[in-house]
């Protein structure tokens, strides 16, 4: 992933198609630079974007830029930006062909979690994490008081987005949202984002010049779309302005007001690798990326034989949880808590959610992964498109081929697997597709 995670951050828009394991595999999979998670992505950027409408014709179609910029000053005085910030954000903006480009860009290949992971959770990132834990031990205890989210998960989302502000992106915001709102796909969510961008500009928290972010207009080291910005930025350090780009406290105390406005629960972490039995029931796992298809108190799980990664028994907690392998019953094995869920409002990926996890459990000592390091090829979406069709000629799903990975084509998988007699764990390889297309019949 463009590195991986940097990647995430330029990909803004394909966050919006995911809404499944798959499809964050198909997003993480882009090529290392493009995809970005959109929304807010990353914090932010990711969440905003998946929200946007549907994909309509771009104004580039009917109207020519200078005729439609001339429109969007109007229509920003309309809502009460003032002419300074009016004449000085808009006065030179030109569609950035770069932006197009990835906005367009459509990942050739899949990712596969753990190849995902290696990548976000380096040596160099987690050294990293755990000096930034100490740096700033003082202001991550006073966030965690004060919004009641750990200083390991903030440090965690600061490390996936921005590199722990290393890393924010060098596109001019103002301009890369001008030309996704002309040119891209979700004209109307981005010409939202791009008042919302002026709004900040004209109360004066970042200068026009020091306003970069991805190339999907995800902001600073939190990655936030303007909206989220608007929504949940705080002045931390309380100079006046909300500074994401320069500051840190405001950087992990907009992390944290964010986190916990959007549900976060203070008593709870948010899951655990867990090790599964021989034989396991792979039915019971969740296909679906918000998992919550297959709950069950760890009471349940505890009976089912699951047991901590360690071999310990699981918490005698009275909590609820799911199941998720995100590689398959060969990869390792998750239980996940509502916090997950909280994660993926950020960047809806279960990789990036169990990622965050992770990181965060290895910010605070733990080790690695207790599941053997299994690297699965990353697969073509071409081939998955093939697999769809097959499945589809067999009757075991129903919906377009699209060379996504989606709950319906994970249930698909999943039905094949159970009529022949494979662990039904919905996962999909290539020796899976082998085994379907070399099926007989249709
Ligand atoms: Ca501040």
């Known amino acids: 992933m463009q590195r991986i995670h940097r990647f995430w951050r330029r990909a803004g828009a394909s966050v919006v198609l995911l809404g499944s394991l798959s499809a964050c595999q198909a997003q993480e999979a882009a090529s290392p630079i493009a995809t970005a998670k959109p929304q807010q992505p990353a914090m932010s950027r990711t969440a905003a974007v998946s929200t946007a409408p549907p994909v309509t014709q771009p104004a580039s179609a009917t109207t020519p830029f ?21 004449s000085l954000a808009l006065a030179e903006v030109a569609p950035i062909p770069r932006v ?25 990132r987690i050294a990293n994490g755990k000096a930034m834990m100490q740096r ?54 981005f ?39 608007l929504r949940y930025g705080v002045d931390e350090d309380r100079d006046g302005h909300v500074d994401i780009w320069g500051s840190v406290p405001d950087t992990l105390g907009s992390a944290a007001n964010y986190l916990k406005n959007i549900g976060w ?67 390792p094995a998750f239980l996940v808590y509502d916090n997950y869920r909280v994660i993926l409002k950020f960047n809806r990926s279960v990789f990036y959610a169990v990622t965050i996890g992770h990181l965060a459990d290895r910010l605070a ?20 498109a093939t697999l769809q069709m097959k499945l589809a000629a067999l009757g075991f799903f129903k919906g377009t081929p699209d060379g996504v990975l989606g709950p319906a084509t994970r249930q698909a998988v999943r039905l094949f697997q159970k009529t022949t007699g494979l662990p039904p764990d919905g996962y999909v390889d290539a020796k899976l597709i082998s085994a379907v297309l070399a099926r007989p019949g249709a």
């Open 191 to 229: 010409r939202d984002e791009l008042f919302k961008a002026l709004t900040i500009l004209d109360r004066g928290h970042i200068s026009f010049a020091k306003m970069k972010g991805s190339w999907a207009g995800a902001m600073g080291q939190t990655q936030f779309m303007p909206s989220t910005f």
């Open 66 to 86: 200078p005729v439609w910029l001339e429109a969007l000053r109007a229509e920003a005085r309309r809502k009460g930006v003032s002419d300074g910030t009016v």
């Open 365 to 384: 000592g733990a080790g690695t992964l207790a599941a053997p390091r299994v690297i699965f090829d990353p697969l073509r979406r071409d081939d998955i």
């Open 100 to 124: 197009i480009e990835l906005d367009q860009r459509q990942p050739e290949y899949t990712q596969t979690f753990r190849r995902y992971l290696d990548g976000v959770t380096s040596d160099a």
């Open 265 to 331: 629960d203070a008593e709870r972490t948010w899951g655990r690798e867990v090790l599964l039995p021989h034989n396991f029931d792979a039915a019971l796992v969740s296909l679906d990326v918000d998992a919550k298809e297959t709950v069950k108190p760890l009471s349940e799980w505890s009976k089912l034989g699951i047991k901590r990664a360690d071999g310990g028994a699981l918490p005698a907690a009275e909590i609820t949880a799911s199941l998720i392998l995100p590689d398959g019953i060969k990869g």
């Open 136 to 189: 700033h031990a003082a202001l991550l205890e006073a966030l965690e008081k004060e919004y009641g989210v750990p200083g390991r998960f903030l440090v965690a989302f600061w490390g996936l987005e921005s590199d722990f502000g290393r890393d924010i992106g060098s596109y001019p915001v103002v301009n890369a949202l001008a030309t996704l709102a002309y040119d891209g796909r979700r004209e109307a969510f």
